[in-house]
């Protein structure tokens, strides 16, 4: 029986290096299939809200958002795929940042078949030792019922956090709003908005932080259609409006 090949999600800003990624992943003769290319990683955090993917090879150096702040918002992720950083640099920090952040290999361009096949056959390897684990431990996850729906509550909410309601959370649950509220309170102690609100919060701290998207960019695609309001909220919670918390962290980042 064939195995159904890997899910590969490929971030990378220059269209030569991708061409030439998809024939070294072709040259290694392993079980993997590129779904998706990205060219920043701030479109590849949009796609990955509504596909998965099994593993990621993403460059370090990229417009909008780099591979490093990229890799630090997967955590967040439900599923978070690994990760091979590609660079055509040789850059220290760079490396020690990754490796902290979990990413599984730093190989450097031109990309050999040789040892991508490397990593990636460790990577199979681990995949399978997951496997069993999970197999031998099956029976000790069966709870179902109140738990599994409020973990795909959270898990909706986190997918799109400017763009949710409490209406149509509810809906997707199979649940009345004005029960789902009561519910979702008795079980994370907070009050569904303000829950939202903060997760809201966070994207945008992390959007003017990381990427280059224009503060009207970032109001609309959390949700906010008066940037004037969005300024206000950001400002009443962090101390600072969007563009001043924006120069703070490029300082201290640099």
């Not at 993997?32 to 060219?39: G, K, L």
């Not at 955590?75 to 795929?81: R, V």
């Not at 496997?131 to 973990?151: F, Q, V």
Request: proline residues 3%; hydrophobic residues 40%.
């Amino acid at each position: 029986m064939t195995r159904s090949p890997y899910s590969v999600l490929v971030v990378e800003d220059e269209r030569w290096v991708r061409v030439v990624l998809r024939e070294v992943l072709r040259e290694t003769g392993l079980p993997f299939q590129i779904v998706q290319e990205c060219t920043n990683g701030l479109e590849a955090l949009d796609w990955l809200q509504g596909n998965t993917t099994d593993i990621v090879l993403a460059d370090v150096k990229m417009p909008v958002m780099d591979g490093v702040s990229f890799i630090e918002q997967l955590a967040g992720l439900t599923n978070s795929p690994s990760v091979v950083f590609i660079s055509g640099y040789d850059d220290f920090q760079a490396a020690r940042k990754a490796l902290r952040c979990g990413v599984i290999d730093y190989l450097m361009k031109p990309v050999e078949a040789e040892e991508l096949a490397e990593t990636l056959g460790k990577w199979m390897k681990e995949q399978e030792r997951k496997k069993e684990t999970d197999r031998s431990t099956a029976a000790l996850c069966t709870e179902e019922g109140h738990g599994e729906i409020m973990e795909r509550v959270l898990r909706l909410i986190h997918e799109r956090p400017g763009h949710v309601s409490l209406a149509g959370i509810a809906a997707q649950v199979h649940m009345n709003a004005s029960y789902l509220s009561q519910y979702f309170k008795q079980h994370t102690g907070r009050n569904f908005t303000d829950y939202v609100a903060g997760l809201r919060l966070e994207e945008a701290k992390m959007l003017v932080a990381r990427t280059s998207l224009r503060i009207s960019e970032i109001a609309e695609r959390l949700g906010y259609s008066d940037i004037a309001y969005f300024s206000s909220t950001f400002k009443k919670t962090t101390g600072k409006s969007p563009l001043d918390f924006r120069r703070q962290e490029q300082v201290l980042r640099h």
